[in-house]
């Protein structure tokens, strides 16, 4: 009688290196996430000659934007929640493709209202791209590993929004605004068609959900990270966690997890506030501070380099060190350099490059790192809804920037002022990670090898493999 071996889909990734085809997942992954930095951010870049355009200030496009941020919100949340019922890859196709379409479409704008339509349309694939793409990519990585993985494929974020920079600098000047429209439409369908082509499903998606032809395509895709794998004809996949009959927006306030997502929810979006205050109004101020198109574009582009560096280094820094210290200390630094960018708005180019560099640094790679944290707090079957909801609720954030920022300006704040005022976010982001943190540390002080289970009931996350370098 022939005997099926019984395999978990986690240990797929856990007994090998790194492969190369999940190299490849991860990289298409990170192909998204950067053009939707690039198509996210590239209206500020945009901004003072799309208003010009618009034959409008770009103080009064504040709501538009914000509407614009909307999008997100709506995507994030329906487009992740889809992904849990019907996987994460053709979330991911839709999303690309919806964002590239209407980004293109941009480019015919005439009025801030048709702009708003068009940006919140956009959004929707905006909102739904991120989290599909950390989700996939976070389950194709070891559990020693998914930290650094996620934050590196996050960084996919302030990379193209550095490209939509350096691209700006030339763009603009040569080509008009439209250009950078034009490219940030076409590219994501490009994308899209190699995701529709190249990119696997979940396997624990594909096991969960348990179709005829699932069990063929999981051992197929399994046998390219283990190939001993394709000479074992009887094997049954199977996942650590049963999917439950419950939904899974409930699962995120049950199971011990209610204040866990709230914290969670609260310090995204305030770092996502932080952050788009910064990219949404850099170059307006610095413009209002004498630079040329050229120096505030390339500005940009150095807030984006120094994100794109940071976001590469605080996944792993969240694996060896205390999480929630690195991100505490991390928003501390991002209230200090936002300071420092508002002291020396108008000072040579050489100083508001280091300081745009310094900011990218601090506050966008801070506001990754706790992306990072939030993919670690779900189990795989409600991951996806849990960080769609997580980036949703983010977006609130993102949508007050604009018109906070506008708001100030109409006011005729300072760029210095204005800076110094919504720095002191960074002060209330790191005291809500102290709390968060003193929850998981209160569980931890609970936990023995006897009442682990309840334990893990009370923070809502599998402490003993998620939150192993949390520790004094």
């Not at 990289?27 to 010009?52: H, M, Q, R, Y």
């Not at 209407?102 to 739904?128: D, H, K, M, Q």
């Not at 590993?145 to 550095?162: E, H, Q």
């Not at 770092?271 to 050229?294: D, E, F, K």
Request: with cysteine; proline share 3%.
């Amino acid at each position: 009688m022939t005997m099926n071996r019984t395999m978990h889909v986690s240990s797929v990734f856990e007994k090998n290196g790194f492969t190369f085809y999940q190299y490849l997942v991860c990289s298409i992954c990170f192909l998204v996430t950067f053009l939707d930095g690039f198509d996210l951010t590239v209206i500020g870049v945009a901004l003072p000659k799309l208003a010009e355009h618009l034959a409008s200030e770009p103080k009064a496009l504040g709501l538009a934007l914000s509407a614009g941020q909307f999008g997100p919100l709506v995507g994030a949340i329906v487009l992740g929640m889809l992904a849990d019922r019907w996987g994460r890859k053709w979330m991911l196709f839709i999303s690309a493709v919806s964002f590239g379409l209407f980004t293109f479409l941009t480019v015919y704008v005439t009025t801030p209202e048709e702009l708003a339509a068009c940006r919140f349309l956009a959004g929707i694939g905006l909102g739904g791209a991120v989290p599909n793409a950390l989700t996939l990519g976070s389950e194709y990585a070891p559990k020693r590993f998914r930290a650094m993985i996620v934050a590196s494929m996050y960084a996919g974020m302030p990379a193209g929004a550095m490209m939509g920079g350096l691209l700006a600098a030339y763009l603009i000047p040569h080509f008009g605004w439209q250009s950078l429209f034009y490219f940030g439409g076409v590219a994501p369908l490009f994308i899209a068609a190699i995701v529709a082509v190249l990119l696997p499903e979940s396997l624990e998606f594909l096991v969960r959900r348990g179709r005829a032809g699932d069990t063929r395509r999981v051992k197929n895709i399994a046998s390219k990270i283990q190939p001993e794998l394709a000479d074992i004809d009887n094997v049954a996949f199977v996942v650590e966690d049963t999917m439950k009959s419950d939904g899974a927006v409930k699962r995120l306030f049950t199971e011990g997890r209610g204040v866990t997502t709230l914290l969670l929810w609260l310090i995204c979006s305030s770092a996502l506030y932080m952050l788009w205050i910064l990219i949404t109004w850099a170059p307006t101020l610095l413009r209002n501070s004498g630079a040329t198109v050229q120096q505030y574009s390339l500005a940009y582009a150095c807030i984006s380099l120094g994100a794109f560096v940071s976001s590469i280094f605080i996944g792993r820094l969240l694996d060896k060190r205390n999480p929630f210290k690195v991100l505490q200390v991390g928003f501390i630094l991002g209230a200090i350099s936002l300071v420092a960018f508002g002291a020396g708005a108008s000072s040579s180019f050489l100083v508001i490059a280091i300081l745009s560099v310094i900011c990218g640094m601090c506050i966008n790679g801070s506001q990754a790192g706790t992306l990072a944290v939030a993919t670690l707090s779900y189990p795989s079957d409600i991951r996806a809804t849990g960080i769609g909801w997580t980036y949703a609720i983010a977006k609130v954030g993102a949508m007050l920037a604009p018109l906070t920022g506008g708001y100030m300006l109409s006011r005729n704040w300072s760029v210095s002022e204005l800076c110094n005022a919504n720095a002191i976010t960074g002060i209330f982001i790191a005291g809500a990670l102290m709390l968060l943190q003193k929850r998981v540390q209160a569980a931890r002080n609970a936990e023995t090898i006897e009442d682990v289970n309840a334990a893990e009931a009370v923070v809502g996350t599998d402490i003993t493999n998620r939150y192993s370098v949390i520790q004094d």
